[in-house]
C-alpha cells in the first residue's frame, strides 16, 4: 500500500479448523482424513475434507454461513474500511492459499469487498454432486512454494504489470510468505505476523546469513491496527 499504490496480502480474517468441525453434524473429521495431510499439498487435502463434509450431507451454504461468522483478525476491520475509502490512493490484493469461495463470501459478509481490487488464490466452485471442490492456483518450478501456489510468482507479475508502482507493503505469517518477500525493494515493507512462522524465518534467514537476504524493511504487527499507522504514516510523507 502507498500514496502512489500498494498491496495488503491475506491476514485479514482467522481461518482454521472450526470451519471444518462446526460444519460437521459431530463437530470432528475422522483420523483417516487428518491423516492424509501431506506437508505443501494443501489444496488436495482440503479437497478431501470437502468431499467428506459434502458426504454427510452438508451443503455450501451451510459452509458459507459458518464462514461469515468466523472474525477478523482484531484492526482489520478497520484497516479495510480505511483502504475501501482512499482506493485512489491505496490497492489492497489478496494473495492467498485459501480459495476463491471462502474470500469472496468473509469479505462479502462483512461487507468489505470494495476494499479489494484482486484476489489471487485457488479456484473453487460447487461440483456437480453440489460439493465444493478446490483446484490449484497454478503450476511453478518453484522447490520453496506449496505445489499449488507460488506467491513470489503472483507478486512479481503482478507489480511488473503496474510499472512506477509505489510503496509495497506484504503483509503475511506463514511458511509461503517467505518466497515473494525476496523481490521487494529498499523501499517496501514486509510485514510478518509476530509470533508466527514468516516471522521466524526472517529471524533464522538473518542468523543463518548473518545478514537478511530481504531488502525490504521488516515491521512487525500483531494487530490490524499497527499495519493500518503504518500505512496512514507512509501516505502522510508522500
Known amino acids: 500500500m502507498s500514496s502512489e499504490h500498494g498491496e495488503v496480502h491475506e491476514l485479514f480474517f482467522h481461518y482454521s479448523f472450526c470451519l471444518d468441525f462446526r460444519c460437521l453434524p459431530g463437530q470432528t473429521l475422522p483420523d483417516s482424513v487428518k491423516r492424509s495431510y501431506r506437508r505443501d499439498h494443501w489444496t488436495e487435502y482440503m479437497g478431501r475434507v470437502m468431499a467428506y463434509i459434502g458426504e454427510q450431507g452438508v451443503v455450501p451454504d451451510t459452509i458459507r454461513s459458518v464462514m461469515e461468522t468466523i472474525p477478523f483478525t482484531p484492526g482489520m476491520v478497520d484497516l479495510l474500511t480505511f483502504i475501501s475509502q482512499n482506493k485512489s490512493s491505496v490497492d489492497c490484493i489478496i494473495i492467498s492459499d485459501s480459495n476463491t469461495l471462502f474470500i469472496d463470501w468473509i469479505l462479502k459478509g462483512a461487507g468489505l469487498q470494495a476494499a479489494v481490487d484482486q484476489v489471487f488464490s485457488n479456484p473453487a466452485g460447487i461440483n456437480e454432486s453440489g460439493y465444493m ?68 524465518l526472517l529471524a533464522a534467514q538473518k542468523d543463518q546469513e548473518g545478514s537478511s537476504s530481504v531488502g525490504a524493511e521488516v515491521i512487525g504487527w500483531s494487530s490490524g491496527t499497527e499495519i493500518l499507522q503504518e500505512l496512514k504514516g507512509s501516505l502522510q510523507s508522500q
Open 133 to 200: 471442490e478446490v483446484k490449484h492456483y497454478h503450476s511453478h518450478d518453484c522447490e520453496r512454494c506449496p505445489v499449488n501456489m507460488c506467491k513470489k510468482k503472483i507478486l512479481e507479475t503482478y507489480l511488473s504489470q503496474k510499472p512506477g508502482y509505489g510503496r509495497v507493503f506484504y503483509v503475511g505469517d506463514g511458511r509461503n510468505d517467505l518466497c515473494p518477500t525476496s523481490c521487494l525493494r529498499s523501499h517496501d515493507a514486509v510485514m510478518p505476523r509476530k509470533g508466527f512462522t514468516l516471522e521466524k
